[in-house]
């Protein structure tokens, strides 16, 4: 990498701030603890995203004193969203379930919105000094990103043990380049603890910004237009698999596809030449870009663990006598709608109704084990081992259906929902009718029932992608950005759920859009904290927010089950670069290289007027 610098025809350099942000989840933390000390039972109820790993930790931590695993049950009932700012385990969480054993009482801890923005566990807080090397046609080289990361007075980061600075090393993004180099640097301060993955998979969020603002810089320095630039610079869709310099393998990819339909949804060409005419009329309106690729479904276990939890997720599906479902995952949503997708998961699968399907999670007495949601982690993992658990099933029922129609298995056809005898299309079993006869006239010789249990690790990462553009108009006497159009493509592979997915995208977008220009957690020089209330932490509303355009492309994970990729968190990831782009975009020509985020109205009227522009 040194090497490629000192050969490159062009170089770009830039510090990189993103800010201290808080996930201000809707519901703030809490827990209800009751010890019994007749049973020696200890009962939680609680805001967590991970109830199996909760009740592992407190184990390990309180088995001396007789808090043995078998006796814990933590219960997460539904949860007020989650964002990665529920997965640690928080002071009052601690206190509340000491208190329960010692007095033998029923504790109740719940956060007030100051508490929870002010002593809960913090994101990003990343100083990144960033550089990439080219040759003057625009290839670019390669990259080089040394960072250092606030982590307050403890690092509350639940990260793969492998890798103790997340997964920043996706930081060469979409981007073929041949040489790049990387190094993290924590630090303990006395800020409150920091490190969570708010709506990233562990750090991916501040990589993407880093590349994408780069890429933009280096394009100005060549006078490239930033969409040619990437196109340019693009990993080649038959390159994939394709192992990237950091030692990611990518499992898919058409970025070239993405940004193009993106150009053509949003009329780049007509833009450019609308800009330049409000540049002659003295305006300020501005275009960005972010081509972004994400890393998501941790595991695989061979690299991934929590604690030494291996990152595998769990499915178990049982299929009463009279046709119904009952399907439990080791996850926990938090409103993602995992009730939905799974359910039309095993429908897919087995070709039972969704009606007929009840979905559990969230309960570690009755979910089978599994490491829990975030790092959109949830379908290609956990919704991978439901398509598992119903494959399984399926080759029993294969079986049970071949016994009752009086046929080998090779004489078997099916159709979702039911098995037909080749040839004889008229006599069926359909799925409801082999689940009773596997309780009432089963084969013999085979086990009675028709359930199963998959504890899926995967073989890799997936890697979702989008190409984001935004325009803005900005207000050269009070500095207000404007974001008058944002389209969205993104690419998840293949889609379960149209409109969950969307539901995603728009709030994944709309908590990007929020860091951008609003959400800011810093303090002055003698400590005190600016942000600590929804008065001055500026958390977007339906007023402020902008309409988004989206659309997708799809590009299937080979090595998925179902083709999944995952996108809870892509929109979080890609929003912010595109908007922090546009605003310099429009301010480019003023002689405005870059600008940190949140970018605020004063920052932008201090940076017009800053050379008496």
């Given amino acids: 990498t040194a090497q490629a610098f000192k050969d490159a025809d062009v170089t770009v350099k830039q510090d990189i701030y993103l800010p201290r942000i808080h996930v201000a ?16 039972q200890l009962t939680c109820w609680m805001t967590t995203q991970a109830p199996h790993a909760i009740r592992t930790v407190i184990a390990l931590v309180a088995g001396h004193v007789g808090l043995q695993e078998d006796k814990i049950r933590v219960i997460a009932p539904d949860i007020g969203g989650g964002f990665g700012g529920k997965v640690p385990i928080y002071p009052g969480y601690i206190i509340a379930i000491a208190a329960s054993v010692v007095t033998g009482l029923p504790i109740k801890w719940i956060e007030d919105r100051r508490e929870n923005l002010q002593a809960d566990s913090f994101a990003r807080d990343y100083h990144m000094t960033c550089e990439i090397a080219a040759d003057k046609d625009g290839t670019m080289n390669a990259l080089r990103i040394k960072t250092l990361a606030d982590h307050g007075y403890a690092d509350a980061a639940c990260n793969p043990s492998k890798w103790p600075a997340g997964l920043f090393s996706i930081c060469t993004g979409s981007y073929d380049f041949k040489n790049a180099f990387t190094e993290v640097d924590g630090v303990y301060t006395n800020k409150p603890p920091g490190g969570i993955a708010y709506r990233c998979s562990f750090r991916v969020t501040e990589a993407v910004h880093a590349i994408e603002r780069m890429v933009d810089m280096l394009a100005d ?56 005419e409000k540049r002659e009329r003295g305006e300020l309106m501005g275009i960005g ?24 997720d769990s499915s178990e599906i049982r299929i009463h006598p009279t046709g119904k479902v009952t399907a439990r995952f080791g996850t926990k949503s938090q409103g993602q709608g995992h009730e939905t997708t799974y359910a039309q998961i095993i429908a897919e699968e087995l070709g039972i109704p969704v009606a007929d399907i009840s979905v559990e999670e969230g309960d570690t007495d009755t979910a089978p084990y599994g490491l829990g949601t975030y790092a959109s982690r949830s379908t290609p993992v956990a919704g991978a081992a439901g398509a598992m658990a119903c494959r399984k099933i399926w080759d029993k029922a294969k079986k049970i259906a071949a016994h009752l129609l009086e046929v080998s298995e090779d004489d078997l056809e099916w159709e979702p929902g039911k098995f037909s005898v080749k040839g004889v299309p008229e006599k069926v079993s359909t799925i409801q009718d082999v689940a009773f006869a596997a309780y009432t006239n089963h084969p013999q010789g085979l086990e009675a029932g028709l359930e199963a249990v998959s504890y899926y690790d995967p073989p890799n990462m997936t890697f979702p992608f989008g190409s984001y553009i935004c325009v803005v108009d900005i207000d050269s006497g009070t500095g207000e950005v404007k974001i008058r159009r944002f389209v969205a493509v993104d690419d998840c592979g293949n889609i379960i759920n149209p409109m969950i997915v969307e539901g995603q995208i728009h709030g994944g977008l709309t908590m990007g859009f929020a860091p951008a220009l609003l959400e800011e957690i810093s303090y002055d020089e003698e400590g005190n904290m600016t942000g600590g209330s929804f008065m001055d932490y500026l958390v977007p509303t339906a007023v402020e927010t902008p309409k988004w355009e989206t659309d997708k492309t799809c590009t299937p994970s080979p090595h998925h089950p179902l083709g999944a990729k995952g996108v809870g968190e892509s929109a979080t990831v890609g929003a912010p670069p595109a908007i922090a782009n546009a605003v310099v975009d429009a301010l480019s020509h003023l002689g405005v290289r870059h600008l940190d985020i949140p970018i605020t109205p004063e920052k932008v009227w201090r940076a017009i007027h800053k050379n008496g522009s």
Avoid at 255 to 273: N, P, Q, R, S
Wanted: proline share 5%; aromatic share 12%; glycine share 10%.
């Fill in 25 to 40: 989840s809707i519901e703030t933390c809490g827990i209800i603890s009751e010890f019994n000390s007749v049973t020696g």
């Fill in 221 to 276: 320095d060549l006078d490239m237009d930033p969409a040619e630039l990437r196109l340019k610079n693009f990993i080649p869709s038959s390159a994939f698999p394709y192992k990237s310099p950091m030692g990611w393998e990518y499992d898919s990819g058409n970025y070239e596809g993405a940004l193009k339909l993106a150009m053509k949804k949003i009329g780049y060409d007509a833009l450019l030449k609308e800009q330049q």
């Fill in 289 to 312: 870009i972010s081509s972004f690729t994400e890393v998501v479904g941790a595991g695989p276990s061979k690299d991934f663990d929590i604690l030494g939890l291996k990152m595998f």
